[in-house]
């Protein structure tokens, strides 16, 4: 049987789906790239090409595709069953070894996406402290919750006053009542972020903040900003709620590491699911506590059909066992110098463009200043157009990319695929230098 073309497959979509997907993310002109198969960090097209992927399915695959441990670990549990309405002690032992990579997690609930993650954590946050609003910062992606994705994609016709940000939906339909219990503050600005949330004293239960806020920008939340933020929520008796569904790759013990502070609730998920869907809510015992069914009053009861399946949790157990200490750190090396390579390629091309990130992720802005908050990482249209260019330029030299011109690494990197990024980057910014030309005259 002949194997239909990719868009022979689309214009098959398109009869099924809204937009011919499921999600947004694989769409390109004229029709989506359809995967045969993937290994380490290669995938291959039903044509045939082959993609070195800096993508790695947004940021959830941290050893690449079809790792063998993981593979192995995965078949041998499917010939055992794939979902029960039992319980399996791989879960206990998938949560044990979270809780002990930080001791932030007393306490650990699986569910089934980031969203869902962030989700029960805002809804644990409320019943925890009987309030309804929350903040979150500018800009920021937390999923696909109405209140988690307000004014994520805010842009200069409607976001207000850098003073006081508007709180902007992002589904038409959104009820007036979400945009009311959600209060916008902005990225690294403490002083501004407080004089907001003072507005609002001890109506909030929770601020949600991600540490390295990938829509933002990418770059780290300061320490003072995080000192900042948990210091007002002790006050006023909110929680403080770390959103590390991507920014978990970046440490051992997760991007909180760094900063000395312990959040109340942490939500997961991504790379925690060794390749398939995942989430976690996870925090202080006290606070978890809102779930417990075994409590005399349950504030937040709590399940899910597939949360916790045998499949994720041995995925997951596999791929983060491999994901020890010795992993991370090189990992982060190997990010480290590519993000010095692609500067030495910018300055090659003698182009205005920088680079930002943290961990095993970069992204690169068509800007000669490195942003500071959401506002200044908003592309102009000369620079959107700039960004898709390049990114066409290194899909067609073989490099699957994030479509914000961003990256992560997989431990199936290594220095060989670097150098190859490296040098297609400077031959794409190379030949967009006409555009900045015009951008900087403009």
Request: glycine content about 8%; proline content about 5%.
């Amino acid at each position: 049987m002949r194997q239909q073309t990719q868009a022979e497959l689309y214009a098959r979509a398109k009869q099924v789906m809204p937009g011919g997907c499921s999600r947004n993310t694989i769409l390109r002109k004229p029709h989506p790239v359809y995967a045969k198969a993937g290994k380490g960090c290669y995938i291959e097209d039903i044509d045939g090409k082959q993609y070195i992927d800096f993508a790695n399915n947004m940021a959830s695959l941290i050893h690449g595709h079809a790792h063998p441990q993981i593979t192995q670990a995965v078949t041998e549990q499917l010939a055992k069953g794939s979902a029960f309405t039992f319980a399996t002690e791989v879960e206990i032992e998938y949560a044990e070894l979270l809780c002990h990579r930080n001791s932030a997690f007393e306490k650990l609930r699986f569910v089934n996406s980031g969203t869902e993650a962030v989700m029960s954590c805002i809804k644990a946050a409320r019943a925890y402290t009987g309030r309804s609003k929350i903040a979150k910062v500018e800009g920021a992606y937390h999923g696909l919750y109405d209140f988690a994705e307000i004014s994520q994609t805010a842009n200069p016709h409607n976001w207000g006053n850098a003073e006081q940000p508007q709180s902007v939906p992002v589904a038409y339909g959104t009820p007036a009542g979400v945009l009311d219990d959600v209060v916008i503050i902005p990225f690294n600005d403490p002083e501004l972020a407080l004089q907001i949330l003072n507005q609002y004293g001890d109506d909030i239960a929770a601020i949600i903040v991600d540490p390295l806020p990938h829509r933002v920008g990418l770059f780290a939340a300061s320490d003072t900003f995080i000192h900042t933020l948990k210091q007002w929520t002790q006050q006023q008796g909110s929680l403080l709620i770390f959103d590390e569904v991507i920014s978990f790759r970046t440490e051992f013990g997760g991007a909180q590491a760094h900063y000395g502070v312990t959040p109340d609730l942490t939500a997961l998920g991504k790379l925690i699911g060794g390749g398939f869907p995942v989430g976690a809510i996870t925090g202080k015992r006290e606070v978890m506590q809102v779930m417990d069914p075994l409590s005399s009053s349950v504030r937040f009861p709590h399940s899910g059909t597939f949360s916790a399946n045998p499949i994720t949790m041995t995925a997951g157990l596999t791929a983060m066992q491999l994901f020890d200490q010795t992993a991370v750190t090189k990992l982060n090396q190997l990010t480290t110098t590519l993000k010095s390579q692609l500067e030495q390629a910018i300055a090659n091309a003698d182009v205005p463009v920088c680079v930002t990130g943290k961990g095993s992720m970069l992204r690169l802005h068509m800007q000669a200043n490195t942003p500071q908050n959401y506002r200044q990482t908003y592309l102009s249209p000369l620079q959107s157009q700039i960004k898709d260019r390049l990114l066409d330029y290194l899909f067609e030299q073989g490099f699957a990319m994030i479509n914000t011109c961003s990256l992560t690494l997989s431990t199936a990197h290594r220095q060989q695929q670097i150098d190859q990024l490296s040098d297609a980057v400077e031959q794409g910014l190379k030949q967009l230098k006409p555009m900045f030309s015009q951008q900087e005259a403009s």
